[in-house]
């Protein structure tokens, strides 16, 4: 697996041990993968925010839709609420009500009380249809579970991989990046990680560390003569810190996502579902969930000042930025249904273009 950095792309920041988003302590990433026959090429993603054995414990989070041709579950009570729990999913399009019932097998299993409240898992997508057989019932719940215990902390895998499979990005294959940043609060230091689904971006678009080598790149194209605009299938992006947040503060981590996907090119198509999911793990236990019981109380919030929130937006644009380009990198040439050919980045030719010689 290629990453950015070890290219010697000239990226900006300060990254954690592994530049993932496991970085951010208790937050682990499983897949379940299924390549089979000709034609499936998907699979689902898993990314737990406390882990495990703590997968209840709300976490503070917003979410924002930058273009909404896409779908991410369970939206509706996290801004009621500006909370998250449970697990959260990613696979393609067809496959979220299978993922989402797979959500609520898991958590039945692990822990029945939990399950005897009520569950509104977050599932999201993107379309994979060019390599997959999408309309096939090849993803089903016990894909779901086995990609939740399948969650690790550590490094990640990255391209062609869990819920990023059959994805393309920019018209080459695509799939999952990840990437981190540290960032410095007076004399704590928090971390920032980023996770992308990536499969969105026409070939023209791509930009990479400031250089347009999409237009030098547009030779060997096979998906500019789909049926589908260019631009097309979507992007998830979940964005995770240990620094103390408030719900509000999530959101805003949440809009700058956007800021980090122009870095690499992309102007937002029509038919690209693009939908970001932020949250934080500090103040474990302040936001509760559950039926009440026992006496009535308060919970109280640590949070970062509003006003010193900016080095907190740049860890974000730069970790999006980075895991696109890890996505993209990690990936390898993949044919799928119908003999449809979709062909890894050519990296020799990207690092005469952006004058880097690993």
Not at 113 to 138: C, F, M, S
Not at 235 to 240: D, E, G, Q, R
Not at 303 to 315: H, S
Request: hydrophobic residues 40%.
């Amino acid at each position: 697996m290629t990453r950015a950095r070890e290219l010697g792309l000239p990226l900006p920041g300060r990254t954690g041990p592994d530049n993932a988003i496991t970085d951010v302590p208790g937050v682990e990433v499983g897949y379940t993968t299924l390549i089979e026959g000709e034609s499936v090429r998907t699979g689902v993603t898993a990314l737990l925010p406390r882990g495990r054995a703590d997968f209840e414990v709300p976490c503070a989070a917003g979410w924002f839709s930058l273009n909404g041709n896409g779908e991410m579950t369970g939206t509706s009570w996290l801004s009621e609420t500006g909370s998250l729990r449970l697990p959260v999913l990613i696979t393609n399009t067809h496959a979220v009500g299978t993922c989402h019932r797979g959500v609520v097998d898991w958590v039945a299993r692990e822990k029945p009380e939990v399950a005897a409240e009520w569950l509104l898992p977050v599932v999201a997508e993107t379309w994979d249809g060019y390599l997959n057989d999408i309309n096939g019932p090849h993803i089903r719940p016990e894909h779901a579970v086995a990609a939740i215990d399948a969650a690790r902390p550590g490094p990640v895998a990255e391209g062609s991989v869990g819920g990023g499979t059959g994805m393309n990005c920019y018209g080459f294959k695509g799939g999952n990046g990840t990437s981190s940043r540290l960032v410095d609060h007076g004399a704590d230091t928090y971390t920032v990680g980023a996770f992308v689904q990536a499969n969105f971006g026409a070939r023209k678009e791509l930009t990479v560390c400031g250089v347009p080598v999409g237009r030098s790149l547009t030779d060997d194209d096979p998906m500019d003569r789909h049926e589908s605009p260019a631009g097309a299938g979507s992007v998830i992006v979940v964005i995770a810190t240990d620094a103390p947040l408030l719900p509000l503060q999530c959101t805003a981590l949440a809009r700058r996502v956007p800021l980090g996907l122009a870095r690499t090119g992309t102007t937002g198509s029509h038919f690209s579902g693009d939908i970001f999911l932020a949250f934080s793990t500090g103040n474990p236990g302040a936001l509760t969930s559950g039926f009440p019981a026992g006496e009535p109380g308060y919970e109280t919030m640590r949070f970062i000042p509003w006003n010193r929130l900016d080095v907190f937006y740049e860890a974000v644009v730069e970790a999006v930025e980075e895991a696109v380009l890890n996505a993209l990198l990690g990936a390898e040439t993949m044919i799928g249904r119908e003999g449809r050919r979709s062909p890894a980045i050519p990296v020799s030719r990207l690092l005469d273009l952006l004058g880097v010689r690993g």
